[in-house]
């Protein structure tokens, strides 16, 4: 797992003064570099450059590895609280049977109850091409179906030998 961009720790810093914060969070005043080094080394901190650019360079007397790992500990705690949105594929054919419609309809609502995109691919074969209107209808059968549920992203498109749609979910009534 890789963090955001790391600060400079101290030989990284490149600026002759800098101000300095002490581990307790008390402002020390404003030290040459080598000087924050020394005090840094002496209390058996690192010197960690948190703020880059402020004229002089804001630096913290903190353990550095204690610092990285709260870091990836915050960013562990905000990725749980995020839900990345999955795009769910459901295919159905144009002579699709009433019964297998129905299983595939309860299945893509399930997707849009859990807040996946879900989009709905009919493949027309052979002669079912010239057709195709027959597939533009099953999939509006499909749009009406779905009503409340999901909202349609773009309207039906065709593309070669299929024809697709998008549902997007509704937002989650609470």
Same mark, same amino acid.
Do not use: W
């Given at each position: 797992?890789?963090?955001?961009p790391?600060?400079?720790v101290?030989y990284?810093?490149k ?7 002490g581990?307790d969070g ?5 030290f040459?570099?080598?000087?924050a080094?020394?005090?840094? =080394?002496e /209390?058996?901190f690192?010197? +960690?450059?948190v703020?880059p650019?402020? !004229?002089?360079?804001?630096c913290?007397?903190? #353990? ?6 709260e870091?990836?500990?915050?960013e562990r705690e905000s990725?749980k609280h995020q839900?990345?949105?999955?795009v769910r ?8 049977s009433?019964h297998d419609?129905?299983?595939k ?7 849009l109850m859990?807040g ?5 691919t009919? =493949?027309l /074969?052979g002669?079912e091409? +010239?057709h195709?209107n027959?597939?533009? !209808?099953?999939l509006?059968k499909t749009?009406? #179906?779905l009503?409340?549920?999901g909202?349609?992203?773009n309207?039906p498109?065709?593309?070669n030998?299929?024809?697709?749609v ?7 009534r609470?």
């Amino acid at each position: 797992m890789k963090i955001k961009p790391l600060p400079r720790v101290n030989y990284r810093i490149k600026a002759r003064r800098v101000k300095l914060i002490g581990e307790d969070g008390r402002v020390l005043g404003e030290f040459h570099i080598k000087e924050a080094m020394r005090l840094a =080394r002496e /209390r058996g901190f690192d010197l +960690v450059e948190v703020a880059p650019n402020a !004229k002089p360079p804001v630096c913290k007397l903190l #353990d550095f590895g204690r610092y990285v790992y709260e870091k990836k500990r915050q960013e562990r705690e905000s990725r749980k609280h995020q839900h990345r949105t999955v795009v769910r594929e459901m295919r159905i054919s144009l002579k699709i049977s009433e019964h297998d419609y129905q299983v595939k309809l309860a299945k893509i609502k399930e997707f849009l109850m859990d807040g996946d995109r879900v989009k709905v691919t009919l =493949r027309l /074969r052979g002669r079912e091409i +010239v057709h195709s209107n027959l597939g533009m !209808k099953v999939l509006e059968k499909t749009i009406t #179906d779905l009503e409340g549920l999901g909202k349609i992203e773009n309207p039906p498109k065709k593309e070669n030998n299929t024809i697709y749609v998008t549902f997007l979910p509704e937002k989650k009534r609470r």
